[in-house]
C-alpha cells in the first residue's frame, strides 16, 4: 500500500537486540557476520528456535558506547518509516560485565535517546526488561537500579524470555516489587498459548500485555481487558515465527479489534524478523483487510497506551491531526 510508509507510527514492542542493524553489529563486533546467524527463517520452528538469533547482538552490547550507540541505530532505522514514538526494551542483565554497572548501563541506554532525538527527531523511551531464567535478585536489583530513571529515560519494566519453562505464577515477587516502586509494568504474556499467563499479568497490575494471542480462547478474560483498558501489543511476523500463531490459524487483530480490545501492531525484532513497522501494517492490511483508519485508529491506541509523558502524548496526538489535514 503506497500511503503506509507516509503514515507516521508508534512501535511500543521494539527489543534492543533484536533489531540492531548487521552493519552496527559488525561494526562493534569487528568481523563480517551472516545475516542467517541474525535472523530467524519464516518458518522458524518455536519460540526457542528464535531466541537463538539474540546471542550474537547481545555480544556486542557489553560498553557503554555500543549500548548508546546502539539505541542511535535502531532510533535512525525508525525515522527512516516516519516511526514517531518508540519504547525501546532490553535487559540491562545481559549487559552487566566487570566494567558496567546498572547505573553505568541505563546512562548509556538514555543518552541514546537523546542524541537520537537530537539526530532524527524521535521521540523513545526505554523499558527494562527482567528475564525469566534469571535470580529473583538479579531481576530486583535491574529493576531497583532502573526505578531511579523511571521519566527520565526509561518509562516501563517488562518480562522477558521462556515463557513457558517461566510461568508468571513465579513471578509475584517482581510484579509486587514494580506495584510497590510505582512502576509501570508491561508482560511478555499469551505468546506460549497460555491464557492463564495474561490473566496472572493483568491481576498483577500489568497495563499492557506483550502479543496476548491466546487471549480470543477465554471470553471473560477478554471482557475483563476490555473493561480495564489493558493494552495488547501484537508483532505479527514475529507471532508466526515462534508458532504463538498456528499456520492457518487466523490472526486475532481483527477478533480484538471488533470486541474494543486496545490494539498495537509492533516489530517486536527489526533484524530477527527481519521486519519493519511499514512492512507489519502492510501485513495486517493484506491478510486482514485492516483499512487506512483502523491503522490510524491503531496509531492512537499507542499513543494512548505508551508509557509515554502528557507533553509527548499532545506532540504525538498532534501528528494525527496533521496527518488527516
Ligand atoms: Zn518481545
Given at each position: 500500500m503506497s500511503y503506509i510508509n507516509a503514515l507516521p507510527k508508534i512501535d511500543l514492542h521494539c527489543h534492543l537486540d533484536g533489531s540492531l542493524s548487521r552493519e552496527f553489529i559488525e561494526k562493534c563486533l569487528n568481523k563480517s557476520v551472516d545475516p542467517n546467524e541474525l535472523t530467524a527463517p519464516?518458518?522458524?520452528?518455536s519460540l526457542a528456535e528464535y531466541l537463538t538469533k539474540f546471542d550474537l547482538p547481545v555480544s556486542a552490547l557489553q560498553t557503554k558506547g555500543n549500548l548508546k550507540n546502539a539505541v542511535i541505530d535502531v532510533i535512525r532505522q525508525a525515522k527512516s518509516e516516519n516511526i514517531t514514538y518508540l519504547e525501546i526494551r532490553f535487559a540491562p542483565t545481559l549487559s552487566i560485565n566487570n566494567e558496567l554497572s546498572y547505573n553505568d548501563i541505563y546512562e548509556a541506554v538514555i543518552e541514546g535517546t537523546k542524541e537520537g532525538f537530537k539526530a532524527y527527531g524521535v521521540y523513545s523511551n526505554i523499558i527494562i526488561c527482567a528475564m525469566r531464567h534469571h535470580s529473583e535478585a538479579d531481576n530486583l536489583n535491574m529493576l531497583r537500579a532502573g526505578r531511579e530513571y523511571l521519566g527520565d529515560g526509561i518509562c516501563a519494566l517488562d518480562l522477558a524470555g521462556d515463557e513457558a519453562g517461566f510461568p508468571n505464577e513465579n513471578f509475584a515477587y517482581l510484579f509486587e516489587e514494580a506495584v510497590r516502586l510505582d512502576m509501570p509494568f508491561t508482560i511478555h504474556s499469551g505468546e506460549c498459548g497460555r491464557s492463564k499467563n495474561i490473566k496472572i499479568a493483568v491481576e498483577a497490575g500489568a497495563r499492557r500485555i506483550g502479543?496476548?494471542?491466546?487471549?480470543?480462547?477465554?471470553n471473560d478474560l477478554m471482557k475483563l481487558c476490555k473493561e480495564k483498558s489493558i493494552g495488547f501489543e501484537l508483532c505479527p511476523t514475529s507471532n508466526y515465527q515462534t508458532k504463538a500463531v498456528k499456520p492457518g490459524m487466523n490472526y486475532p487483530l481483527r477478533t480484538f479489534i471488533d470486541y474494543g480490545i486496545k490494539a498495537t501492531v509492533n516489530t517486536d525484532n527489526r533484524t530477527v524478523s527481519n521486519t519493519t513497522m511499514s512492512r507489519e501494517y502492510e501485513l495486517v492490511t493484506d491478510q486482514?483487510?485492516?483499512?487506512k483508519e483502523e491503522l490510524i485508529l491503531i496509531y492512537e491506541n499507542s499513543i494512548e497506551l505508551s508509557f509515554a509523558n502528557d507533553d509527548i502524548k499532545n506532540k504525538l496526538y498532534k501528528t494525527v491531526s496533521d496527518y488527516a489535514k
Open positions: 519464516y518458518d522458524c520452528q502479543h496476548g494471542i491466546c487471549l480470543t480462547e477465554d486482514l483487510n485492516i483499512a
